[in-house]
């Protein structure tokens, strides 16, 4: 059942070119980070519509700096925007499992949208509001029903 929900939602999801047609991305930036170049598409209707903005570069360098070499299982990014550090996160830790989740569903497309454009595909996005959304987090893994 939780499934056919999920493909329901991908159905309505518009695509990075209806959200350009819409007006709604306005920029591609490129970021460096754990050896990739990661590119992300931005909206001015979102939070950091211009570049990633100095806080969240702060977090990532800190994070790669202090936490590389650590074996991280899962990565749960709540609030997750244009989808900026979950990806980057997930370019670090290719082997955990990364879920990122936001209340609104622009921040759901973009982020969905670029997760593909990074080649991030297993990448779970989930809206929360329009889904009944329960996260287990249960030894390192993430089941969400």
Known sequence: MAASRDMRSRRRLLSGEQLHA???LNKRVVFPYAGRR????LSQSLFSSDDVDIGTKALLTAI???LSDVRVKTVLDLGCGSGII?????ALWPEAQVVMSDRDALSVAVSRINALENNATEIKVIGCLSENLIVFINQGKVTIE
Do not use: D
């Open 64 to 66: 790669a700096e202090r």
């Open 38 to 41: 990661l590119s992300f598409l």
């Open 86 to 90: 979950g990806i980057a996160l997930s």
């Open 22 to 24: 819409y007006g709604l």
